[in-house]
């Protein structure tokens, strides 16, 4: 799960995936990270932990990271939150294999309707819980096409 921080949306797709695999009985891992470091090793933002904690979901122990090319090794899918993340994670690609790993999060609801999770870093806390409602929709999309 990827965004641009690591503090917002990415945190919160990251909480609400873990989730989804539990309540689906699946395993796997599920990371987040940013392709900026502005704020490496820090907390998610308060907004994002108080909707995943109204929503029975605890944020509050990850920390942000950056996104590397190691994490196409180490992962079977990226998730990317916008297209400017999806254009940095794309710069990254070493290769066509890395590259068909890369989607927008929300095509999984919307396929190939290349949507974005807007960024509700400057909004209110109603911008958090429409970005929460549209991650919660697409990891059970994730989460059902895994029991497949």
Do not use: W
């Not at 599920?30 to 932990?49: C, F, L, M, N, Q």
């Not at 196409?72 to 993340?85: P, Q, S, T, V």
């Not at 999806?86 to 290769?95: F, V």
């Not at 190939?112 to 911008?127: C, L, Q, R």
């Amino acid at each position: 799960m990827v965004c641009l921080g690591n503090i917002c949306r990415s945190p919160l797709a990251e909480g609400i995936m873990k989730k989804k695999l539990e309540e689906h009985g699946l395993t796997g891992t599920v990371d987040s990270a940013g392709t900026a470091s502005y704020h490496i090793g820090e907390r998610p933002d308060p907004r994002s932990e108080e909707i995943a904690r109204k929503n029975g979901i605890n944020i509050s122990t990850q920390r942000a990271r950056a996104f590397s090319r190691s994490d196409f090794d180490r992962f079977d899918l990226i998730f990317a939150m916008d297209r400017e993340n999806y254009n940095n994670i794309m710069r990254l690609a070493r290769n066509d294999q890395d590259r068909s790993k890369v989607e927008l999060i929300l095509n999984r609801l919307h396929p190939g309707k290349d949507m974005e999770v807007p960024d509700p870093y400057y909004g209110g806390k109603d911008g958090f819980e429409n970005v929460y409602r549209m991650l919660d929709a697409s990891c059970e999309q994730i989460a059902l096409g895994m029991k497949k």
